[in-house]
């Protein structure tokens, strides 16, 4: 299984992107479906999470972000809207299984001021 991200560049504040995310192979297992991002000199963090219990997440992107799936496309989204220069980072995809983790190789997005 590999996860290819994509969907990311510069965008002034105030706009939207949507990143993708696709699955190359078969997931068994699922448990979580989830977006992280990493800011320059800063920790990974999580952004946004989906379980089949339903959807959350972190407090500074709350009511602009979306987590989406399609499983015919066996792709998961992020749909960023309002975005500012904060959201600044390179942002991976995370899929958790009872077996193991997978994770994409990351997308930048640049929100210029």
């Known amino acids: 299984v590999q996860l290819q991200a994509s969907g990311g560049g510069l965008v002034q504040a105030g706009g939207s992107l949507r990143l993708s995310c696709a699955n190359s192979?078969?997931?068994?297992?699922?448990?979580?479906m989830r977006w992280y991002r990493q800011a320059p000199g800063k920790e990974r963090e999580w952004v946004a999470i989906m379980t089949d219990g339903g959807k959350n997440y972190a407090d500074s992107v709350k009511g602009r972000f979306t987590i989406s799936r399609d499983s015919a496309k066996k792709t998961m989204y992020l749909q960023m809207n309002t975005l500012e220069p904060e959201d600044t980072a390179v942002y991976y995809c995370?899929?958790?299984?009872?077996?193991?983790?997978?994770w994409g190789q990351g997308t930048q997005v640049t929100v210029s001021s």
């Open positions: 995370n899929i958790d299984t009872v077996y193991t983790t997978y």
């Open positions: 192979g078969r997931i068994i297992g699922l448990k979580a």
